[in-house]
Nanobody
Framework: QVQLVESGGGLVQAGGSLRLSCAAS????????MGWFRQAPGKERELVAR????????WYVDFVKGRFTIARDNAKNTVYLQMNGLKPEDTAFYFC?????????????WGQGTQVTVSS
């Protein structure tokens, strides 16, 4: 079992930055691809960024490219999402996820999420 706990969310003005962290416990995350999803009110949960087990590969959804950066520290069992240039449309609940498959289509573990609110 892997427990994932997100932190770092909050309220920020448009153009600002936040750094989300996802701390894992129970088992090392080095076996898992990791990702960040988000869900806005009334919308489906969507994958925002993912990173391979060794951090050798990353992927971003188009609307965050150049603004968000995903990183991981397997020694600290933690994954990060640096979010710069935040826009009001980035407002959502952000979830960390772990999957043995890099495509993150069959999630093995979810975190409880952290709220990000961007004011205009």
């Amino acid at each position: 079992q892997v427990q994932l706990v997100e932190s770092g969310g909050g309220l920020v003005q448009a153009g600002g930055s936040l750094r989300l962290s996802c701390a894992a416990s129970g088992r090392t995350i080095s076996r898992y691809a990791m990702g960040w999803f988000r869900q806005a009110p009334g919308k489906e949960r969507e994958l925002v960024a993912r990173i391979s087990r060794s951090a050798g590969a990353t992927w971003y959804v188009d609307f965050v490219k150049g603004r968000f950066t995903i990183a991981r520290d397997n020694a600290k069992n933690t994954v990060y999402l640096q979010m710069n240039g935040l826009k009001p449309e980035d407002t959502a609940f952000y979830f960390c996820a772990a999957d043995l498959d890099y495509r993150l289509q069959t999630i093995d573990y979810w975190g409880q999420g952290t709220q990000v609110t961007v004011s205009s």
